[in-house]
């Protein structure tokens, strides 16, 4: 190793470590910042200035007083010049959201397409014209977008990109699944880990959960001490597979009786009824506002089939919270409660206490903010990349 | 810290590291060992010399040529003095196992007993004896046991020894569990954790499955790079309360239709009819031998009903492989099929491989093994306690 290479490693490793911190702490001095690091404070001040000058730290205007009597300003991380955008291709919808390095969601585009069946490239250059308009507006707001993660319904090869089934959107091997060409680099990831990591990130603070995705698939996303856990290949979490009634309607994976054909969000609307097609949602929640017995019935039987797969669930993965997100999410006041009285009529005896079930805060969003938070993680992991470039 | 204190401590980081390396290695010479682990030929030759003394390492007797053509012995982790107890409370019977540091099974101690709604305490009077009398035997044999580890079919909280439910025991937050009085320390654990790492440690060489043990409950045991999964309160792996039924026979766990309702092995025996009590597995093999068609019919079920609760488990923890052990492993004939076929038809569609489904080596063995070996893999971490003992 040269004296320059290793000057350089050396660099990276420090931007690195004062980047942590900052992230870490929120507002943090030079000063205390060399205390934390043990790096001397000249080094701490040049590093500090570099994130300033390349956008990734900002001065808060807080001053306080050193410890030896010598004020210094505090630095945050800056929202203001980087970021990073999530994707989502879902079976009803297509989402961009752009994020900026200190986790506010800054431009939320999601526009309704119906991508069953749909070749995956005619679906990429879809996305691609919805990244590129979020990518411009991104611009015209002072951000400039750096990097994007992009979730799908299906279960994904991490080491080749390639989606092996997307069952709700007809794909099958698909290797590797193109992507669109932004002008940064992307990569494909599981909806419902990215959604999983959503909550990590930007909700309620749990560290051990099982996040559920309800949409028209429905997938789990365990998170252990912070950390997800994927599986061998990296297709755990196929909630909407698990056995609710072996002899069951048969599903599009082959099985029969699978959770998602009672409590996904096609199931759901057949089983209510009457939901003009183009609703969705939305239609089903103003027939339960009104009270429509159909539309209640229906929660009560996805909500109750919610509970079988999730008392398997947890008698197998034994996890802190359960949080519901997805459709989930908007439907909890019908769903949550019978979700949470089929768990403990399953799992009382053997536990002294059931899994709290609690409501996602994000919905929808959270596949896409895990996606975007992806990058941002990998950021503040390694920002030497961003000031050389 | 005095001088003594941080040489004390630095000595015994330096034993731990050549067990370790000794353990790892098979045989190996001490110029090899200086070379590997970087520490001075005469501290790696003092080191060696404590470990012979202290029972842990021996000479092999194969002398090898050094790099510089001093030749040298090699040394092995000893058989010969050291040695460690697994011990098992299952519904029907009671084991106790000594395990030399070699990891060669060298007693084997079993008694039928039936413990259903047992005392704890008089259930841990008879194992008290069986352990006495095995260590009793270990001593005529030249070994001495160090430590040891206690398997229970129940919920362990492993921090302060509470069995918290054993529901085919009758037990429920036994705080904590009183543990047989013995002339080293004891803990206990979960049966099914412990006939994971049982397979991980004596079985067939995978370092990421499932392992399943079929006993009158059903458990499982989920092994990912080496390392055991244990969930958030450490109740992961209650594969038989996994739902194969919603509306099924009602479950001593208070749900329905569990996996031990269709395949434990009370279950199956009941489906089979006519087994004459106290027969048990014996009694079942006996009839499939004979072609008894209740019998093949009942583990045609119970094998099926396996086959939906691991379609669940596949899709929720993704395991590399699955491993049948427990009374699964004589039945594997019987059931290994029909679990294979269930697997296939269920997940065939998601996957491109299925998982394979192999017979356990270990059988009904696995928890006691894993149990000793536990306290093996203890002392090869940190050899200096019985060192200065």
């Known amino acids: 190793m040269t004296q320059a290479v290793r000057h350089d490693a050396m660099r990276a490793r420090n931007l690195a470590l004062v980047l942590g911190e900052v992230s870490a702490r929120g507002s943090v001095t030079r000063a205390a910042l060399a205390e934390i690091t043990g790096l001397a404070k000249t080094t701490v001040s040049k590093l500090v200035g570099d994130l300033i000058e390349a956008g990734l730290v900002v001065e808060t205007g807080v001053v306080r007083a050193g410890e030896r009597?010598?004020?210094?300003?505090?630095?945050?991380?800056?929202g203001e010049r980087i970021a990073a955008i999530g994707l989502e291709i879902n079976v009803d919808y297509l989402a961009a959201h752009v994020v900026d390095l200190a986790r506010s969601v800054r431009l939320r585009r999601t526009q309704p397409v119906d991508n069953r069946m749909?070749?995956?490239?005619?679906?990429?250059?879809?996305?691609?014209?919805?990244?590129?308009?979020?990518?411009?507006?991104?611009?015209?707001?002072?951000?400039?977008?750096?990097?994007?993660?992009?979730?799908?319904?299906?279960?994904?090869?991490?080491?080749?990109?390639?989606?092996?089934?997307?069952?709700?959107l007809g794909w099958r091997d698909v290797t590797p699944l193109p992507l669109?060409?932004?002008?940064?680099?992307?990569?494909?990831?599981?909806?419902?880990?990215?959604?999983?990591?959503?909550?990590?990130?930007?909700?309620?603070?749990?560290?051990?959960?099982?996040?559920?995705?309800?949409?028209?698939?429905?997938?789990?996303?365990?998170?252990?001490?912070?950390?997800?856990?994927?599986?061998?290949?990296?297709?755990?979490?196929?909630?909407?597979?698990?056995?609710?009634?072996?002899?069951?309607?048969?599903?599009?994976?082959?099985?029969?009786?699978?959770?998602?054909?009672?409590?996904?969000?096609?199931?759901?609307?057949?089983?209510?009824?009457?939901?003009?097609?183009?609703?969705?949602?939305?239609?089903?929640?103003?027939?339960?506002?009104?009270?429509?017995?159909?539309?209640?019935?229906?929660?009560?039987?996805?909500?109750?089939?919610?509970?079988?797969?999730?008392?398997?669930?947890v008698n197998l993965v034994d996890p802190g919270t359960i949080v519901l997100g997805g459709i989930y999410a908007p439907l909890f006041p019908w769903i949550g409660g019978v979700v949470t009285e089929t768990l403990a009529a399953r799992l009382g005896e053997m536990r002294e206490v059931v899994p709290s079930v609690e409501v996602s805060r994000l919905g929808a969003e959270a596949a896409t903010l895990g996606a975007a938070g992806q990058v941002i993680q990998r950021i503040i992991a390694d920002p030497a990349g961003l000031l050389n470039a």
């Open 118 to 168: 749909a070749q995956p490239g005619d679906v990429i250059a879809n996305l691609q014209d919805l990244a590129l308009s979020a990518v411009d507006e991104a611009v015209d707001i002072g951000l400039r977008v750096v990097g994007g993660v992009l979730a799908v319904p299906g279960t994904v090869d991490l080491a080749t990109g390639t989606v092996r089934r997307a069952p709700n």
């Open 180 to 313: 669109p060409r932004l002008p940064f680099p992307v990569r494909v990831d599981n909806e419902a880990n990215l959604a999983a990591l959503g909550e990590l990130w930007f909700g309620a603070g749990h560290r051990d959960f099982l996040h559920v995705s309800g949409e028209i698939g429905v997938g789990a996303g365990l998170i252990v001490g912070g950390e997800p856990f994927r599986g061998f290949h990296g297709f755990a979490g196929e909630l909407g597979h698990v056995v609710v009634s072996p002899g069951g309607p048969p599903c599009r994976c082959g099985g029969q009786g699978c959770l998602e054909r009672y409590a996904g969000q096609d199931a759901l609307l057949a089983a209510a009824a009457g939901i003009e097609a183009g609703a969705g949602i939305a239609g089903l929640l103003a027939r339960l506002d009104a009270g429509d017995q159909d539309a209640l019935a229906a929660c009560e039987r996805a909500g109750w089939a919610l509970g079988v797969a999730l008392s398997s669930a």
């Open 69 to 78: 009597g010598r004020p210094g300003m505090e630095v945050r991380v800056s």
